[in-house]
């Protein structure tokens, strides 16, 4: 069986508590795109090696040609940039779960361990699973949890293994949506879609999505441990906003810090303040200058922006603003009706990540990626998930290609173009 596991992007993530087993609880608007790794599944042909599961990861080689070549790859073998190195082994060890991978992280594998598990749990029999990155790892992108859940979906197809979300969450909170894919929107649980998914969905198809990886991982585990050291810090003791009913608090320096003037000016300059969720598309805006102004709608043309309107516009300044741990005044409903209207400046004031203070903190030249990923073009960028990637929203793909080229020369390690997704796992 082979299949694709597309990864997912972030356009607004906010930490709104922590749950009773001390996991953060995250309200995001998530949607999956076409950047896939290949997942292939195959029941082992010698049936001695019943239960046990062998998995091999695979960086930029085609896998049609490792399908070919099966039967020249030994069982125990590691792929290391692309050459199979003979390993010492016992083939004999039925039940043991042999990990093949170019790159470790942590010394930990999700799709294995879901290989491993379903194995041993419902008594399956042994499998090949190998599986060609295309996802960048540890940016945010999801390739972990997308790997997960095709080994989840492909044995469930292979052996008729039942799956439900209760399964797919017991290997990672967000493997059930890599799973499904397609687009979810949920503030404090609550699905804030309701009857605007569809539209959502369509809307979706009429943008290009930038991905630009800097050079370097950004683990999970410690961008989360750095954000929480953040609030510790004392950066909240009197404001606090919530989402769904988390709160985290804010100090008063911390909000003029990162919240407050420059936010109200960037994150809601075009706006002048609080706008009404169901606001007419061609209202007209209060500008940053306190004059009016058109709202900017795609497919509109270019728009000149001055260096100040790009630190200012596009959310760089509010890498500590509306990027700070709560965001500001970033919505995520706004957001939405944003992207189903097309109106870039609710977009571009919307956007959010409160786990980018964290990790630029870890990584301060983030700020730079994304200011140049701002200035190639991109109307609106954030960093998606825990980073350290950053996507940059165009209304014309021809733009992106061109930003493309333009962000191929300042030396990152992985630039790619993409559209929005229908599935999370899908099969060739």
């Known amino acids: 069986m082979k299949l694709k596991a597309n990864a ?8 709104s508590g922590v749950d ?29 090696e019943n239960g046990r599961a062998d998995l091999k990861i695979f960086d930029g080689k085609a896998v049609e040609k490792i399908e070919r070549e099966r039967e020249n790859v030994c069982a125990d073998s590691e792929i290391l940039d692309g050459k199979a190195v003979k390993k010492e ?25 879901a290989a491993e598990s379903l194995t041993e749990r419902y008594g399956l029999p042994g499998t090949d699973i190998f599986i060609e990155k295309k996802i960048p790892v540890a940016a945010g992108l999801g390739g972990s949890s997308a790997d997960t859940a095709a080994v989840i979906f492909g044995f469930g197809k292979l052996f008729g293994m039942p799956i439900d979300k209760k399964l797919c969450s017991e290997f990672g909170d967000d493997v059930p949506f890599m799973l499904r894919g397609g687009a979810e929107a949920v503030c404090g ?49 009197e404001n606090s906003e919530t989402c769904g009913g988390g709160a985290i608090t804010l100090s008063e320096g911390d909000i003029r810090e990162r919240a407050g003037m420059n936010c109200g000016e960037s994150a809601r300059g075009d706006r002048g303040g609080k706008e009404e969720f169901a606001m007419e598309r061609n209202a007209d805006m209060r500008g940053d200058s306190g004059g009016k102004e058109k709202p900017e709608t795609c497919g509109g043309g270019a728009i000149t922006l001055s260096e100040g309107d790009i630190r200012g516009k596009s959310g760089m300044n509010c890498g500590e603003s509306a990027d700070g741990e709560r ?4 919505e995520m409903p706004e957001l939405i009706d944003g992207i189903i209207r097309c109106r870039k400046d609710k977009i571009r004031a919307n956007v959010f990540n409160g786990l980018y203070a964290a990790a630029a903190e870890i990584n301060p030249d983030l700020e730079r990626v994304r200011g140049e990923v ?55």
């Open 20 to 48: 009773e087993r001390g996991f953060h609880i995250l309200d995001s608007l998530v949607f999956s795109v076409d950047i896939f790794d290949t997942v292939i599944i195959n029941k082992k042909r010698n049936d001695s």
């Open 189 to 237: 649980g609550a699905d804030l879609f309701a009857e605007k998914k569809n539209a959502f969905a369509d809307a979706l198809k009429r943008y290009t999505f930038l991905v630009v990886k800097p050079f370097g991982e950004m683990l999970t585990e410690r961008v989360f441990r750095v954000y929480d050291e953040r609030i510790k810090r004392g950066r909240g003791d």
């Open 89 to 113: 082994g016992n083939d004999g060890e039925n039940g043991r779960v042999s990990l093949k991978m170019s790159r470790v992280l942590n010394g930990k594998n999700n799709a294995l361990a």
């Open 374 to 428: 701002v200035g190639a073009g991109a109307f609106a960028c954030v960093m998606t998930g825990s980073g350290n990637a950053f996507v940059g929203l165009f209304d014309d793909g021809a733009d992106a290609r061109k930003a493309a080229e333009i962000l191929s020369k300042k030396g990152y390690e992985e630039i790619i173009v993409c559209r929005a997704a229908d599935k999370g796992i899908a099969e060739f």
């Open 327 to 330: 965001g500001g005044n970033a």
């Open 8 to 15: 997912k992007i972030n356009l607004f993530l906010r930490v």
